[in-house]
Structures are given as C-alpha cells and as structure tokens.
C-alpha cells in the first residue's frame, strides 16, 4: 500500500469515529457557522505576491520539519509578513496537526484560512467552516468525480472555496466543473514524493482561464515563482521552506519583500 492510501484508510477509520463522538447538529452549533468567509481566490486574483504559507510541522516526505512553533505565533507572523493566505494541515497522525490548530490560526489572523486535509466525507467539510477555515482542499488522487462534484457542492453552500489538487492530466479532466474555485496543481507526487515543478509548467496550458492556478510544494526561491507567473500561476502553497526556520513569519516576510521588490 502506498502512503496516500495508507492516509486514506487511516482517515475513513478517523472519521467514523468522530462522527459517532460529535455530530452534525452539534458542529452546525458553531459560532463559525455565521462567520462570512473571506475567498482565496479572490485575494490571489489581486495580490502581487499570491504565497499561501502553510503551517506544517512533519510530513511524510520529510519527517519532523518544526515542532517548537506555537501555530498562534505562526499564524501572526504569515499575516504580518503579507502573506494572502494561511494552510493549517489538520491531519494529527501523519502531520501532527489538529482541529485546535485550525481554530487557534482563526482567532490569530484575518487572512483566508485553508484547511489542507484528505478529505473523504462531507462530515470534514462542516467540521472545516465549523472550525474557521475559509478554503476547502478536494485532492482528485482520493475522490471520483461524483465525489468531487458533491464535496465542492457542499463547501460552496456553506460559503467556504474549493481548492482542487490535482497532480496529472487525467485527474485534471476529471475534475474541471464550475463548483471549483481553484485549481492546485502539486507538484509532489504523493504517491512517490517526488518533487518536480515542471509539472505546474506542463498542466497549465490545460487549465481553463476561469480558474486560479496554484502551485503547490516544493517552492523554494523567489525564481521558481517568478517562472511559474509565466505560466499563469496566481497562488503559491509554500510549507517546509518557511516551516523548517526558527522564525516561519520572518522567512515569509524576507520571501514576499524579494518577491515584490
Ligand atoms: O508533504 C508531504 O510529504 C506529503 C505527503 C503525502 C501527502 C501530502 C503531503 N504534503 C501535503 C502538501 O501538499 C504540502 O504540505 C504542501 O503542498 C506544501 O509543500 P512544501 O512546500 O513542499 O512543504
């Protein structure tokens, strides 16, 4: 079995718990549910720099990155560096990220808070708006397309927007329908961890212009981005680069302040 489908199996486990502990009246319950989202999109459509700074403190690919970082003292940081957005990985057991993480960003910054988990129930995407989060991450390597429909169907009626992932040309034509607000192309294969950014450069031609087009991981230099702009690129999810400093808000300031100057 490969890791994403080992994340996979171990999530459907996770979630039929959670939803025998806390149910969906009870999460609709929330404060949050009232909150008016802000739009990703709509902030990478205008920013000059489009970075969307993720909070990550292992991986997969990588191990332990940073386990020292309070996420409110994260979350302040990227909001202070200029950063359009903020990804709160809320996976506990592969990332060691949590549900407190995404409510505690919440409460520390203003920006568009993407909630970045596998998503494999509609159960998550209550629990994402329920939770402050203002963007949802469908990944087309786990979901059909009915599932895709159904899943951005839900998150736009809750007023939350749509970030697709998709990694190669046939998860890209099976994914493009009109609930999705963004389009990610990750440049890690999640099945192998390979990093190779061309994967941006050669899927961008077939993304239609009415959708944002963001890379995601393994960005690392002001270049890279400069290159994928000419691609078409509006939004960037950068994690480890920031991630693996003492000072992740610090980083992003000095990354975004190169990036515009
Ligand atoms: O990062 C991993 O190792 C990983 C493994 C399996 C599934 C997902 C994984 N990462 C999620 C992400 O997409 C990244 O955290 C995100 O794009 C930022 O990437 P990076 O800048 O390379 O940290």
Known sequence: MNILDKIVADKRKEVALKKSLVTLPQLEASVMMERTSISLAEVLRKSDSGIIAEHKRRSPSKSVINQDLSVQDVA???TDAGASGMS???DG???GGSL???ILARASSNIPILRKEFIIDEYQIAEAKAYGADVILLIAAILSKEEIKTFSEVAKGLGLDVLLEVHNEEELQKSLMPSLDMLGVNNRNLKTFEVDLDISKSLSTKIPDEFVKVSESGISSVDAIRDLKEFGYR????GE???KTDDPGASAKKFITGLIS
Do not use: S
């Open 241 to 243: 680069n920031f991630m």
């Open 76 to 78: 302040k940081g990227y």
């Open 93 to 95: 057991k592969y990332f």
């Open 235 to 238: 939004g960037f999810l950068i």
């Open 88 to 90: 709160v990985l809320t």
């Open 100 to 102: 407190d993480d995404l």
